[in-house]
């Protein structure tokens, strides 16, 4: 007979109407959990609170109500041993999924181990193996097939179930929700291509996760879904092509020179203690996609672009002169300045695409410029340009202290790297 352990799977805030969403989801979940002799899975509301996101059309402040939520079960402990996680093998090592709060003590051993199972010995291809242990600690690796004999009671389908329910209920910053579904899809795609799309669309079309298009009620339009219907669904009426013509998708030497530079990134880190940075690394280091990392490898443009963003930023900190100051008068014209790019980022918003890019002039003095449309292909990080820029405000920003935000801004010349 089993009894159980109560954990929390999964934890994220969304928004308040797309409660009703997530708890389909979870009795969906929980119609398998009652056939499988499993306890069932209880969603919970923390807290609700309103948060202003930005402004309106009108200039009045954009409200939302939001609230954080999270996922409680309880994981099956049969016969004394409990699932500690589930390891998928893939191109030099495996993927790991944890059972959350017993991610901390796993062995980093289970990250190439072979498919092996403990219990009939053998070393042969699987699907997957589940990693269980006992109250004494001891750890055990079985196969799919053996779990049963090993734990000696139809309840081994609870296991089972169990590693799929944690598979499905990540609702964090970049969970992985199935988006595409059905229909016949090519099976694989060449890494490099399918970074290129991805930069495309972040270019033109923002990054969107797939947790912040459930909130938003925009399921399948996240970014890794986009990535995956231009690659691999079906189009008998040619839509692929209308709509790409629409949002203008097409490559440049930039979404090829990033595709480049992200894959070297990751396939050069050597500090991958988070799960995500040593799943994203093992996914990527492959030289091709395909359904399972889909997802996962659609998140490395996003990533590269964060780190490098992360990185311009601490050496901004670490160079931040004392004397930093503001520039310029509000409503002045600054004319004939030297900027040098600091770094961009898009935002796809709901009036549209806009780009943050900010400057340091030759002073170290920090510039914005939140500038409409996608404008990351014409300002290039570590570049200089000539320009003449309006001084619409002075902020002082709590991490980066006084910054000169600035519009109509103009080039006039291009004076290279920095």
Avoid at 146 to 163: P, V, Y
Avoid at 308 to 332: D, F, S, T, Y
Avoid at 405 to 410: A, F, K, L, S, Y
């Amino acid at each position: 007979m089993s009894n159980t352990m109560k954990t929390t799977i999964a934890s994220g805030t969304l928004q308040t109407w797309a409660i009703p969403v997530l708890q389909g989801r979870v009795d969906k979940l929980n119609r398998r959990a009652a056939k499988c002799k499993c306890e069932p899975l209880a969603l919970r509301v923390l807290r609700s609170y309103d948060r202003v996101i930005g402004k309106d059309a009108l200039g009045s402040d954009r409200i939302v109500n939001l609230s954080d939520v999270e996922i409680e079960g309880s994981a099956p402990r049969i016969n004394g041993w409990v699932l500690v996680a589930k390891l998928t093998p893939a191109e030099g090592g495996n993927f790991v999924k944890a059972v959350p709060g017993l991610e901390g003590d796993l062995d980093p051993k289970y990250r190439t181990i072979e498919m092996r199972c403990d219990h009939c010995r053998s070393n042969r291809r699987r699907n997957d193996v589940f990693v269980i242990r006992n109250e004494s600690g001891v750890e055990k690796v079985i196969g799919r097939n053996c779990l049963a004999d090993f734990i000696r009671t139809a309840d081994f389908e609870a296991m089972i179930a169990w590693a799929d329910f944690i598979d499905k209920c990540d609702i964090g910053a970049d969970s992985d929700w199935e988006g595409m579904g059905g229909g016949r899809v090519t099976p694989t795609s060449p890494i490099l291509y399918w970074l290129e799309t991805t930069s495309i669309c972040v270019r033109k079309l923002g990054w969107l996760s797939r947790s912040a298009a459930f909130e938003t009620g925009r399921e399948g339009s996240a970014t890794a879904d986009t990535v995956i219907y231009l690659h691999w669904a079906p189009d008998p009426y040619g839509k692929k092509r209308e709509f790409c013509q629409k949002n203008d998708l097409c490559a440049t030497d930039h979404d090829k020179a990033l595709a480049v530079k992200a894959l070297e990134w990751v396939r050069g880190l050597t500090d991958t203690t988070g799960y995500y940075l040593y799943n994203l690394k093992l996914a990527c280091d492959r030289d091709y996609v395909d359904r399972e990392s889909a997802g996962l490898v659609s998140s490395l443009i996003r990533a590269y672009q964060r780190a490098v963003k992360n990185e311009v930023k601490r050496m901004q900190l670490r160079k931040a002169a004392v004397n930093r100051g503001w520039v310029g008068e509000v409503k002045q014209r600054l004319r004939n300045i030297k900027l040098t790019v600091l770094g961009t980022n898009s935002f796809d918003e709901e009036w549209g695409v806009r780009t943050l890019i900010r400057f340091a002039d030759e002073n170290e003095n920090i510039l914005i410029w939140w500038a409409s449309g996608d404008r990351t292909e014409e300002f290039e990080q570590g570049k200089t340009y000539v320009v003449d820029a309006t001084v619409k405000k002075h902020d002082d920003h709590e991490t980066y202290g006084k910054q000169t935000v600035v519009n109509r801004v103009t080039v006039k010349q291009t004076k290279g790297d920095r």
